[in-house]
């Protein structure tokens, strides 16, 4: 494609690593393009037609991405599906087939039986060609272990070596790359292909983690290199943001299945500047990615994720009881749990710990491999598991859970009443008691390695433990106390009256609810995953509780957590600034400090501004039209400064150490044999924001976040007084809230 | 409820009529309040209570606006049935029973025939005591017009004598209010009980318009009347432009039945600040007022509208071409409509024509009512006909619809295949043929008119004729030609491969579309009342396809229309500003008029100040240094200084006309027998916002958006030049877009 916009000096305003942009300046760089390219549309016809393109080019992208996400999250999904098999045997009848698979093209099988077939050979039966006994058990729980070592050594070996961004579930520092700071690499196409290899190493080693978070990296990844095909994107990094705000909501639409959800979820939770015009684009996204995965076809049952459900009963008022004390229990969790993984990530960041990532995924790995083998619940996969549990019983499901007695006498046709639990579902319960205190352990320890591990998959398995556990509790009472008075009015004896499945699930988005701090998005991903209006209610009441108790033990939600843990400069644009400080507060130079660095107009000479340059590190210098006035003109970057000073001594003749440099549209005539000036009007920012001393920081923390600025000038009475620069906001803010304002790293 | 903060004169910081609000300054005023709140919480009890309480006051208000518009809502639908009923009969059951209620008490009554009972009566049957020949046709004819005009007429008058804001849909009106302008009365309890009253009536009079659009209206009434119960929102208006947004969300929750499209409406169509904390409180109160809505019942369904739809049929990629092609038709009928809708408008107010509104609206009813009633699609209620058309035909359908040749031969159990159409069918084609063109032409005349009137459901009818006709003349075709290489790959004989029900719903959803310009919350609702994720991407190729084509012939949708008809001072945050000016060009005073009026920090008298306050009608006055330096030290407003400088005059001892008013923190020490001083620092605003002169316009719209400012100053070289209002800058977009730039009336 062709570029109408040519910038004059290579390299003026673009950014360094580790640098925020500037928001307004990119803006408008956008609107100067599409205002040439549409005063061009009128001159010819190609000119019209690159117009036209232009135009349609967003869409393109999304589309792109959309097909590409898609696609990428079928692949894992089958991978990952067939390695975490591969865990405990292979299937002969073609080693590409996961256990499922194996048994459906197996004619010796039955409908009760289905996941027993001979084609599916455990690692006992193919090694001492036996399944029974407890030689062959210790064969398999040996294999299972192996292969999970195999798997994480494998996971943490490539993303040591390749692509050390690639751990983690990426959502921090997607955040922050999302308000404008750039990390060169993070979203490159080396991060995208380690990610996705390693996710389906790291899912399948049976580590507890999920592929949901890492999902959104994977399809950010491909939103950024799709957008190198596009000039409008590729030069702009503002606009390129708004394609990562739709590839996260690609990302979470594959990720749960639900388009709606992921773009709310990108809205609510990751973006920052997010035009309506991108809410759009973003939906197109999402909607091209789920229908792409459903066309894969990953889990063979034309649904986007393993853990849909229908449900088919009604809940009552009185449940909504239960359902809050499910929200309390994830409120307390999450905030348990952020806690607790913030002080353990904090260790392994100051400690000898650190140093050895791949020791500690090993360790890790075959802890959680060992202890999860004898546990039925524990050895599936945790999205297998959260399928398990948000499943309402039918007449046909044969598993434990769903061991009650008297099962096949209904009195209705499709009805299930409530029935007394049988010997299956004791079980069942004790192993998942078990399992949910390994996952609650496990989990603080897990997320965070050098691995990439998302963390909705263990909140949601958490959360539906919990909500499983007491509704299988409450059926029981109802069922032998229908004659009490909170259940005898709507629950009498032989109905339909409680669904333990729901419970899990409101468990489940209370557990999600509790860690990551999502409101909106969170209901309507869950509501997506149902599918009836009816259950918005109990989902609504446990999230609001839970983050209601959550944000009562601690206002961060995990991202946020993990981005002061690693002093991301993020601007937090949903809590509000509280305190009473002013903007002469905050400004530098502070009152005992050397006076403001600043240039003057049209008396400073080549060398004097290279001696500033080099004695001072500021990004940026006002620059004043003298300095007893102190009355501002401009601002000149640090980064365009140098460039067009070495430019001009490398290319420009004559300009010398004494040429003057003049930032005014006119330089004066100068008098003969004076060294040739040197004119910088082009570089310098002619609308630099101000506002005065007396500004309120939290009028100003507004607009540094409304307005994405990277620095703002404080006057006092029309005289230029100090600079607010965004990192200057962020230890600001960090001092009120009496953290170290040292821990915002970067600027 | 206790107020901590108290206002030292009454009437500072409050606005008048027809102004706009500056948002920097509510909020802030806000924060304090929050803050003075939270301080005092640590020091008793009482306080600590008062806090919390506070800090719940939001959510408890959000449930009661939730309850208040749910009940409304369930009061307009079953009064507006009843008496869509009235104009063909009564119930000698029980005259409070609506047609379909008389019949479901009937004992003589079969399913076949089941609008036809004894208990209920044709006007003819009370009359003349006879259902049959002309004579009772003609009297049936003549009550049914009679009705209507009665109905109009008592709408029309209601709404002239009693509350003149109650009519048209109330969207322009609602956009403009939460963009910050203030009209008194337009959302108070008058206009909420006449608009509620008058609704029903022109619902009922058969009118082409739809009570979807006056129930955000009525929502929002609720909202701001149920504000004043909360000091919290009763006095800061930013505040309480939130609880409207999340108003509007519970309008369009139960205009639709859809909770989560209500919220993506509010946030997309008609919200201007929006934080994500309104997000998840509107959410809540859609919800609430939807639950509302549903336990009221008032279809008898246990659905919250009446065209709730279920399909069965998967769609064909193919389809996507008479999907898009009812796209184009939706994008062209919208287009068309705001045209001359606005055309006719625009004369209404421009000649002779508007001072007769009762006139028009009975000259209109009387017009529809006699052209409705021969044609049965055009006499039953519009969202009946949309129900109607949305329905795909089922084994016990006894529409004309649905009178398909061999209907009840189906091949498989529940499975309707495609069949050649009946006669019934046939007739119903040529009626709804007459239907479209009446509504395309009336609808044009109604929207505008002084009676409530909403768009959707004209809109809707209008799209889901035009698909239902395309649909069914697909599914001819497809039947009649199965073998043609279009068809032949998926729809084989004898299966069911066309629901003309789908095509009336894109239809629908690309009519609205084009006519409002909703994007996701659009496509969210529709997706709502179908319910299945299945059918998105046919309703979103619609909207998309709408969209293109009608912005392709006006950029505005018919709500943006209709504030610029009215000149609302309303700035649009969708469009980009895209032209090159600068500040300088926009802000007063121009290059030839005389100097800026401000007043200087200590040299002006009160008799200097009441001089400049009476000669002029500025808003506000910038405060300098000195008139020679021009160096900025604040703002003030004018409303604040006349009342600040007349009640110094009532109370302040000795305050005369020669008293030296100071805007400094501290005044110098006076000498003896000089009058006493006025000291206004505490009116002074002393962060007000500058621009230098060369600032691109497209930032300074920008600013004015986000920052959501009343004026901003502006300075070069820090000497204050001038001052840009908002009026000034929508009078400049204007300009730039060859408008009037005198139409914007307010400031």
Request: aromatic share 12%; net charge neutral; with cysteine.
């Amino acid at each position: 494609m062709m570029d109408f916009l040519e910038e004059p000096i290579p390299g003026v305003g673009t950014y360094d690593d580790f640098n925020t942009i500037d928001w307004v300046r990119e803006k408008s760089r956008d609107r100067d393009r599409h205002r040439e390219i549409t005063n061009k549309s009128k001159e010819s016809t190609w000119a019209l037609i690159h117009s036209v393109s232009d135009a349609f080019s967003g869409w393109l992208l999304m589309l792109l991405i959309g097909l590409l996400s898609g696609s990428l999250a079928g692949l894992i999904d089958i991978s990952a599906h067939w390695m975490t098999d591969l865990k405990e045997g292979i299937c002969t009848g073609g080693i590409w087939f996961n256990h499922e698979h194996c048994c459906w093209n197996s004619q010796h099988v039955t409908f009760e039986d289905r996941d027993k077939c001979p084609e599916w050979n455990s690692w006992s039966q193919l090694i001492i060609s036996t399944n029974e006994g407890a030689f062959a058990y210790i064969v398999n729980y040996f294999m299972y272990v192996l292969w999970a070592l195999l798997f994480a050594f494998l996971a943490v070996s490539l993303v040591k070596v390749f692509a050390p961004y690639a751990c983690g579930s990426g959502i921090p520092e997607i955040k922050t790359i999302l308000s404008g700071f750039i990390i060169r690499g993070y979203l490159g196409k080396w991060t995208l292909i380690i990610k996705t290899v390693t996710l389906v190493l790291a899912v399948s080693s049976g580590l507890s983690l999920g592929k949901e978070g890492p999902l959104v990296h994977v399809a950010c990844c491909c939103g950024n290199i799709l957008c190198h095909c596009f000039n409008k994107y590729r030069k702009n990094e503002a606009k390129r943001r708004e394609v990562l705000s739709a590839a996260a909501a690609a990302g979470v639409s594959v990720a749960f299945g639900a388009p709606i959800g992921g773009v709310l979820f990108s809205l609510e939770e990751v973006s920052y500047y997010f035009p309506l015009k991108t809410l759009w684009r973003s939906f197109f996204a999402a909607l091209v990615a789920a229908f792409t995965l459903r066309s894969i076809n990953p889990f063979g049952n034309s649904r986007l994720v393993l853990f849909y459900v229908e449900f088919h009963t009604p809940w009552h008022l009185f449940e909504l009881v239960p359902f809050i004390l499910l929200g309390i229990f994830g409120g307390l969790w999450g905030a348990l749990f952020i806690r607790t993984n913030i002080a353990w990530c904090r260790k392994r960041k100051t400690t000898q710990l650190g140093k050895y990532p791949v020791i500690e995924v090993l360790v890790v790995t075959a802890i959680t491999a060992i202890l999860a083998f004898p546990n039925e619940y524990t050895r599936m996969s945790t999205s297998e598991l959260i399928s398990e549990l948000f499943n309402d019983c039918g007449l046909l499901d044969s598993s434990k859970l769903c061991d009650y007695e008297n099962r096949f006498n209904t009195s209705k046709a499709g009805e299930l009443p409530d029935r007394p639990a049988g010997v299956g579902v004791y079980s069942a319960m004790w192993q998942l008691a078990l399992t949910l205190i390994l996952k609650i352990v496990i989990t603080i320890f897990t997320f965070g390695m050098k691995i990439p591990s998302g963390l909705f998959i263990p909140s949601m398995a958490v959360g539906a433990i919990a909500g499983r556990l007491l509704g299988v509790g409450m059926e029981q009472l109802a069922y032998y106390h229908h004659d009490w008075a909170i259940f005898n009015s709507w629950c009498s004896q032989g109905a339909d009256c409680i669904t333990p499945g729901l419970y899990a699930m409101v468990g489940a988005a209370a557990c999600l609810g509790g860690v990551t701090r999502m409101t909106v998005s969170l209901v309507v991903i869950m509501f997506e995953l149902t599918g009836g209006l009816e259950y918005i209610v109990p989902l609504m009441a446990a999230a609001m509780t839970s983050k209601w108790v959550a944000d009562a033990l601690g206002r961060e939600g995990i991202y946020d957590a993990h981005i002061r843990l690693n002093g991301y400069p993020f601007l937090e644009a949903k809590e509000e600034f509280a305190h009473k400080t002013l903007a002469m507060d905050v400004m530098k130079p502070r009152r005992n400090d050397p006076l403001l660095t600043v240039l003057t107009q049209d008396s400073m000479t080549v060398e004097d501004v290279e001696t500033i340059i080099s004695e001072t590190t500021y990004s940026g210098f006002p620059v004043v039209v003298s300095r007893e006035s102190q009355r501002l003109v401009g601002f000149v970057l640090r980064r365009d400064l140098i460039i067009s000073v070495e430019n001009a001594r490398k290319k420009q003749d004559g300009v010398v150490s004494t040429s003057v440099i003049y930032f005014t549209e006119h330089s004066p005539p100068m008098p003969p044999y004076t060294p040739p000036t040197l004119k910088l009007w082009n570089i310098l920012d002619l609308s630099p924001f101000t506002v005065t001393d007396l500004t309120p920081m939290e009028i100003v923390v507004d607009i540094f976040r409304k307005l994405g600025l990277r620095q703002c000038l404080v006057t006092h009475n029309g005289r230029l007084l100090g600079i607010i620069t965004k990192k200057d906001v962020l230890k600001h803010i960090a001092q009120m809230a009496n953290q170290d304002p040292d821990s915002i790293l970067f600027n």
